[in-house]
């Protein structure tokens, strides 16, 4: 597919989702998401804190065969969580609609995000160390079915690539974001596979467009399984393991009692470090009762928490929860997402 009949299936998709909600009286909603479009053990050696706050580095020294990739030589150390907050910044870059990655030009998303991250410390009591983050959708929902029925569209090498420069250069780690539609997990994580064996990339999945029921994604809320969740560490623990990296983060993104079943049976993997993370939008009160709810009485491993510029002041009266109110939240949240 050209890159221009992409783009135009992408802005295409973007005007369709958007509709998910959360089933509860009030009705949280997500917003919908749509879009377009190795490496190496560390040298334990000259490990040093970068500046902005971020894990320990340390110097690559296996080759991806890849020059781009080759390039980037941010290599975080060690695990990220709980030492650190990872504080993340989401969206696509071909889309102004899909969150703030790719709402502002990049400098100036850059510039945002390191202002917000400043307020978030003055408001952490416990001086816990800020890790900044991209989270790109990389693996889109469509509301089409394309030309192997999988309603789902990845992003270009070229388009992942830059996200990575980006983070690169700003010391921030990368999550890439799957939202399967009807593909199978597993070859799309194969597909992302090749950045994830960079030390500084990780990886998301977003129940809400896996549509297990063969619905078209965005007409109802999707889910996965404990199964569906362990087949992503077990994936993810291979490539800790063949490539000599530090722990990976998996995000799961969850804002109903459906999206995630049989989470008892999720297994853990000293390899990966799962955040389950509550990114419904509405009120204050609606998304503590969420949060509450599938995250709090839900317990994996550790949790996240998600705010939205634009969604969370739809409904009259609602606001964006300050810092302090979420790092009250009980268990207090590791992985803050904006959108």
């Known amino acids: 597919m050209r890159f221009s009949l992409a783009a135009l299936c992408f802005l295409a998709v973007c005007q369709f989702t958007g509709c998910s909600s959360q089933s509860k009286p009030d009705d949280s909603t997500k917003t919908g998401t749509s879009g377009t479009d190795s490496l190496a053990s560390m040298s334990s050696s000259e490990s040093s804190e970068t500046p902005a706050t971020g894990a320990m580095t340390s110097t690559r020294s296996v080759s991806t065969g890849d020059s781009t990739l080759d390039s980037l030589t941010y290599a975080p150390t060690g695990a990220i969580l709980p030492k650190y907050r990872i504080f993340a910044y989401y969206g696509n870059p071909h889309s102004k609609k899909m969150g703030a990655l790719g709402q502002y030009p990049k400098e100036e998303m850059l510039q945002r995000l390191d202002n917000e991250i400043k307020n978030w410390k003055k408001a952490d009591s416990t001086n816990t160390p800020i890790q900044p983050a991209l989270h790109l959708v990389a693996t889109t929902a469509q509301g089409l079915p394309g030309k192997d029925g999988g309603y789902r569209l990845r992003m270009s090498d070229k388009t992942i690539k830059k996200v990575l420069k980006w983070g690169n250069e700003h010391k921030a780690i990368v999550f890439l974001d799957i939202q399967r539609g009807h593909a199978p997990l597993g070859p799309e994580m194969q597909y992302m596979e090749k950045y994830l064996k960079l030390p500084f990339v990780h990886l998301g999945i977003d129940p809400e467009f896996s549509m297990v029921t063969g ?18 560490v077990q994936f993810l623990s291979r490539v800790v393991r063949e490539n000599k990296l530090p722990p990976k983060v998996l995000v799961v993104h969850r804002f109903t009692q459906g999206m995630v079943k049989n989470y008892k049976n999720i297994k853990l993997d000293p390899n990966v470090q799962i955040v389950m993370d509550m990114d419904g939008w509405g009120p204050p009160v609606l998304k503590k009762d969420s949060y509450h709810d599938y995250i709090q009485k839900e317990p994996v491993q550790f949790t996240g928490f998600k705010l939205f510029y634009d969604n969370d002041l739809r409904k009259p009266g609602s606001r964006i929860m300050t810092p302090k109110e979420v790092l009250s939240l009980t268990p207090v949240p590791m992985y803050i997402q904006y959108q």
């Open 215 to 232: 619905a078209r994604p965005g007409s109802k809320i999707g889910s996965y399984d404990a199964a569906d969740i362990n087949q992503a």
